[in-house]
């Protein structure tokens, strides 16, 4: 009798990849509806560029099956469908709002997608890396140092982190958290047992010897320093954060979130002190409504929108999102909430629960202690920045201005974020595979 069984065995009613391909078709099925509807609304009728754009998408996100069924058989078969259902909202949202932007987006999903090819076809384990975590470290400060280069490096609304290559802009910093990512696994994977093992006393605290913090908290400076000199301060919380979750991960040691969390609230002050910026945006988010027309205005239209919301939402093509400055990048989950309404807003966080359970889900079953790290650390950046770029939005927290993974417009945001899903899923596959071997070789022993 057919039976229903894990990834990896043949014979089955019900494989990884054909449930993968039942999710992904109903992704595709949700992203059309919308996309109707938002064509429905729109007094002037669909765009006949657009459409093409978004069966564009639809026929990427397919090929992405075609290619994990062939080069990654036995991963995860949630992570995909659930990046498709946010990039084909997305996608939607950002034709809705901007159809020039829309046609970029799909030209990004494209580079995105092949990025993704690329690194299941290169990195057949993603183990060789920890061999590599120097060069890792060197490559991750090259990569946020080049916005600061003459020529190349460019601002844009008061931030240095885009380098043009003429006929686009990309920001490498996105890329440099990938690799800084794996620079961290690699290295607390050599000195794990080092840093739980104290040697000395530090104003009634144990500590481990300082001289193995040496590399991280080098690294950590220059990759912070640099962050703050281009005024990306977004990134630079986003990256101590990660620092902080590995270090965790690591060591299983509370102390050094605590750690964290002190130096944290040290460094915010600090900043709130030294830069302009940061205290208007503190300002933003504490007193928007005192100056509703000038630092507070961001804030205040995103505010209007979701209330105007409400439950279910005005429907999509029937709000008014476009009022809200940069709505397509920093605050397109203030579009969101009006347009979806609160059941919709909280569908697209459900979404990136779902995806986080699922990368952590990769992280606990790898067998291999670099793998593991790596999927923590991956999974816990993509959570931490939809934590802070949907807190800014609806005032939990200042807004930073980085973009919701999978969902703003972005280029670079998105590529990146598709090398990290190619990544989860190669971890993966690797996993599943290791455990196929390690069962079989348990049969054969048992049979000897």
């Known amino acids: 009798m057919a039976m229903l069984s894990m990834p990896g065995q043949t014979g089955t009613l019900r494989g990884p990849r054909t449930t993968e391909l039942m999710f992904l078709v109903s992704a595709g099925l949700l992203t059309s509806g919308a996309f109707a509807l938002a064509a429905m609304a729109n007094r002037e009728g669909t765009p006949a560029k657009v459409l093409p754009f978004l069966g564009l998408v639809l026929l990427l996100l397919g090929s992405a099956h075609v290619i994990v069924r062939r080069l990654a058989p036995n991963a995860e078969p949630t992570l995909l469908p659930i990046v498709g259902l946010l990039n084909g909202l997305g996608y939607v949202m950002i034709a809705r709002l901007d159809q020039n932007f829309a046609a970029r987006q799909s030209v990004w999903t494209l580079v995105g997608l092949v990025a993704f090819t690329l690194t299941l076809l290169v990195v057949p ?155 208007r945006r503190v300002s933003a988010w504490l007193f928007a409504f005192d100056d509703p027309n000038d630092t507070g205005f961001q804030v205040v239209e995103a505010s209007f929108a979701m209330a105007d919301g409400g439950l279910i939402g005005t429907g999509i093509g029937e709000g008014t999102p476009t009022v809200i400055p940069v709505v397509t990048t920093d605050m397109i989950f203030a579009a969101i909430g009006e347009e979806f309404g609160l059941i919709g807003a909280a569908g697209i966080l459900v979404a990136f629960l779902l995806f986080i359970g699922a990368g952590f889900r990769v992280a606990l079953e790898a067998s291999d202690p670099f793998e593991k790290l790596v999927a923590g650390g991956l999974t816990a950046l993509l959570g931490f920045q939809v934590i802070v770029i949907v807190g800014g939005v609806v005032r939990l927290l200042p807004l930073t201005g980085v973009t919701l993974p999978f969902v703003s417009y972005g280029g670079s945001s998105l590529v990146a974020n598709y090398v990290i899903l190619a990544i989860l899923i190669r971890i993966s596959d690797s996993a599943s595979r290791d455990q196929d071997q390690g069962g079989n070789d348990l049969t054969m022993h048992g049979t000897l």
Do not use: C
């Open 125 to 279: 384990s993603i183990r060789r890396f920890a061999d590599y975590r120097y060069l890792l470290a060197l490559a991750g400060i090259v990569l946020l140092l080049l916005p600061l280069m003459p020529f190349i490096g460019v601002t844009i609304r008061g931030a240095r982190i885009w380098i043009s290559l003429h006929f686009f802009t990309i920001q490498p910093g996105e890329f440099a958290k990938v690799v800084l990512t794996m620079f961290l696994a690699g290295y607390l994977v050599d000195k794990r047992e080092l840093l739980t093992v104290s040697t000395r006393r530090f104003a009634g605290v144990n500590i481990p010897d300082l001289r193995h913090f040496a590399p991280l908290l080098g690294a950590l400076g220059i990759a912070i320093l640099v962050m703050v000199a281009e005024r990306d301060l977004g990134s630079s919380l986003l990256f101590f954060t990660l620092f902080v979750v590995m270090m965790y991960l690591a060591t299983s040691r509370v102390a050094y979130v605590l750690g964290g969390l002190v130096s944290f609230a040290i460094g915010s002050a600090i900043a709130y002190q030294i830069f302009g910026h940061v205290r």
